[in-house]
């Protein structure tokens, strides 16, 4: 049996978690002082070993992330922690920093010091006001205790971090539209190559790691190599924060190994709400093909969910029961992605738009059975030939949900509309049933 | 159907001939002033540019035409490319926006959890569609994606500070609260709802005293913690490589009592192989082009 493994959540029940001293009270900043007496390369070299890959939705090697950045040439090199987190289903690094941004701020000192950066970036997504007043206010505390700023603990390194509110786009989250962004400019992607390693933000050599990637980098300095790879698979080593939403009895954050299953989440989290059953949930986000019950025993690793035809991407388990409309349900991830396409490259931008008119018109009974091969088509059309991620990942939705439920799209042309009732899907409809 | 309001071409700036009007003198210094600190935030000034913005916004309440020359000014761009970025974002507005903003989340799943009963009944009610503002000028309505707080659905967002499992009812009495001048106070965020010029202020980097408010964590981020907690499980204990404090860097001294996957042993790569490169990893390949990640990094 799996269990739980609070590391990075373990102390968000104090009552003033996110302060400076609540941290150090835990053993914060050990790390830090640690990591200042090390080499630079012994630090890539036990990120490498640790087996650490990034938590921001792609899996890619921390530690060989950082190791591509080319010989320091005198010149500066940056570290901008992506905090955009937009991805539907996504929610971990916010609360993480909402509850304990010093870990995270640890950990960027810590990645600076191995990457040779004297300043870097935190790009937090716009709509978060309150995780950004924290953020601010743990960037100030830290700085006052030495933590930050110039020669740090006595080591001779300096440095400077910049909390970087956004304003709204999804895009942002993609990392070269994000430096595009943290520029000054609209959020749109860049071509790779060159990669950011090479040229990144202001065209220098950049590193682009999720907020929970670098927030783990101080338990691995603390607790080594073999204590991070000793939880987790052979190849998705260490912990993960697995965010269960939905028609769960608890909703939750469960921090655990990767390789954990969704039945076992489902079990500490009671289960599918009372009187219900599981019908179809995205393993990492709405990018992620839909899976269904079929899939409960999955070990969720990088490997195990694409064996199984879908992405680990950012453990948002967005969970279903039979009362949802799947049909509804892509509808409106698809009204996402129409939203928030950058309209920079064809296939995406005029592809969103149609799948969202013909999505729209089939969950309304209006569309024909042509249509679902029209979208199939398209989504064809999309698919590995959009400019970024955005447009491969709106076709997921689409296309594992015909998979799946192609019934239930006929289920609406037959009928006319859909044969759903919205109200018995909402929360307020259980606790009608709880209260009665 | 969903009301969505009136739908204006989205890609068209339009700014009125009064948002023109030059700053009262001593606005326009304090701007500067404002402006000169974001600038020396980054390597580069060009970089102050989403955060005058939002300081844009602290001012006039919305990015004005004399705004955006300011900017320009400032940061030595034309008008044309501020208003290119201001347009891209959706925080950004381009008419007088209410004193609050209520983002009523309605991508799929707080639509599914009752975010869309939530959106018509407050529609309704006040009237309005997505990003229309009531005649009082007290609430502007908008249809929100995502907002990272899932667990918590259905989330409504106010001057984006977090209200945490809404229904129409709860949400309905935030709005007639706001509009009636009461406080609000978010479920986790401040002490109270602050207004949207004081909000694109803190959105410009400048703190306003409220980080230490609120709590850490909602109800919800808390369940797998306090599952642990109750079941006695733990990380593996930090030991042997380590020789810091157990306790080290917040990570909890677990007494190992957990069985946490499998054990491996860690690899011994040695440092890039002059071969590699960024998104060719082997171990990166079973990636379907289909990520919301990468197509290598
Ligand atoms: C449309 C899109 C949105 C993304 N959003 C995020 C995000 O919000 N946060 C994040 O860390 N990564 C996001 N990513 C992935 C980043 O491009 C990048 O892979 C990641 O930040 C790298 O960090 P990691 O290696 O630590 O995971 C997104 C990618 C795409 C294509
Ligand atoms: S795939 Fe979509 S989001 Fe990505 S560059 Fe093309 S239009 Fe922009």
């Not at chain 2, 004081?198 to 850490?216: C, I, K, M, N, Q």
Request: with cysteine.
């Amino acid at each position: 049996m799996t269990t739980l493994t609070p590391i990075l959540s373990a102390t968000w029940d104090d009552p003033r978690s996110w302060t400076l001293e609540t941290y150090e009270r835990a053993g914060g900043y050990a790390a830090l002082k640690k990591a200042l007496g090390m080499s630079k390369e012994d630090l890539v070299q036990l990120t490498k070993d640790s087996g650490l890959r990034g938590r921001g939705g792609a899996g890619f090697p921390t530690g060989m992330k950082w190791g591509f950045l080319p010989p320091p040439d005198g010149g500066p090199r940056y570290l901008v922690v992506n905090a955009d987190e937009s991805e539907p289903g996504t929610c971990k690094d916010i609360p993480l920093m909402m509850a304990n941004p010093q870990v995270l701020i640890e950990g960027v000192a810590i990645t600076s010091f191995a990457i040779g950066c004297d300043h870097a970036f935190i790009y937090l997504r716009g709509e978060v006001v309150h995780v950004y007043r924290r953020l601010l206010r743990a960037v100030e505390e830290a700085y006052a205790a030495g933590h930050l700023g110039k020669d740090i603990h006595g080591s001779g390194f300096n440095l400077d971090v910049t909390v970087h509110a956004g304003a709204g786009a999804y895009i942002c989250g993609e990392e070269t539209a994000l430096l595009d962004s943290l520029e000054g400019r609209r959020g749109q992607p860049r071509l790779k190559p060159p990669f950011p390693a090479v040229a990144g933000l202001y065209a220098r050599p950049t590193v682009v790691n999720n907020v929970e990637s670098i927030a783990s980098v101080p338990s691995i300095v603390s607790g080594g190599a073999d204590w991070f790879g000793g939880m987790g698979t052979e190849k998705s080593k260490g912990y993960g924060i697995f965010s269960l939403s939905g028609h769960v009895t608890r909703p939750g954050q469960y921090e655990a190994p990767l390789g954990i299953t969704l039945r076992e989440l489902l079990d500490m989290a009671g289960g599918i709400r009372n009187g219900h059953e599981l019908k179809f949930w995205t393993p990492g986000g709405s990018s992620t093909p839909l899976f269904t019950q079929e899939h409960l025993d999955v070990p969720l690793d990088f490997e195990s969910v694409g064996a199984a035809g879908s992405m680990l991407g950012t453990r948002a388990l967005q969970i279903f029961d039979e009362t949802t409309c799947v049909v509804r349900a892509v509808d409106r991830w698809t009204d996402f992605y129409k939203h928030e396409s950058c309209g920079k490259c064809t296939p995406c931008r005029e592809g969103t738009w149609w799948l969202k008119q013909i999505m729209g018109r089939l969950e309304h009974g209006q569309g024909t059975e042509e249509d679902l091969d029209k979208l199939l088509d398209i989504c064809d059309n999309v698919l590995g030939r959009a400019f970024c991620a955005l447009g491969d990942g709106a076709t997921s939705p689409i296309t594992s949900s015909i998979k799946y439920f192609r019934d239930e799209y006929v289920a609406h042309l037959t009928q006319g509309g859909c044969p759903f009732d919205r109200d018995a899907a909402t929360v307020f409809a259980t606790n009608q049933k709880v209260n009665a | 159907m969903e009301n969505y309001g009136e739908q204006t071409a989205s890609g068209y700036f339009r700014v009125a001939q009064e948002s023109k009007e030059p700053y009262a003198p001593e606005v326009e210094a304090q701007f500067q002033a404002d402006a000169e600190q974001i600038i020396a935030r980054y390597p580069q000034k060009r970089s102050a540019l989403l955060p005058m913005l939002h300081l844009v916004q602290s001012v006039d309440g919305y990015v004005t035409g004399r705004g955006i020359a300011l900017c320009a000014e400032l940061l030595e761009l034309t008008e044309a490319e501020v208003s290119g970025v201001a347009t891209f974002y959706t925080q950004y507005k381009r008419h007088p926006n209410g004193d609050y903003t209520v983002g009523v989340c309605t991508n799929t799943l707080c639509a599914v959890m009752g975010g869309d009963k939530i959106w018509d009944t407050v529609s309704e009610r006040l009237g309005i569609g997505h990003d229309e503002t009531t005649e009082d000028g007290k609430i502007t309505l908008e249809r929100v994606e995502c907002n990272a707080a899932c667990d918590f659905a259905p989330v409504v967002m106010a001057n984006w500070e977090f209200f945490d499992n809404q229904t129409p009812e709860s949400t309905l009495q935030m709005v007639e609260d706001l509009r009636a001048g009461k406080d609000v106070r978010p479920t986790r965020g401040p002490d109270k709802v602050a207004t949207f010029k004081e909000t694109s202020r803190v959105l410009a980097g400048f703190l306003d005293g409220h980080a230490d408010e609120g709590v850490g964590a909602g109800p919800a981020s808390l369940e797998g913690l306090k599952l642990a907690k109750e079941r006695g499980w733990t990380a593996p204990a930090m030991g042997g490589t380590s020789d810091v404090q157990p306790e080290g860097s917040g990570a909890p001294a677990g007494a190992g009592a957990g069985q946490p996957g499998e054990e491996h042993s860690s690899t011994d790569t040695p440092a890039n192989a002059p071969g590699e490169k960024p998104g060719t990893d082997a171990s990166d390949s079973t990636q379907q082009p289909a990520t919301p990640g990468e197509k290598g990094n």
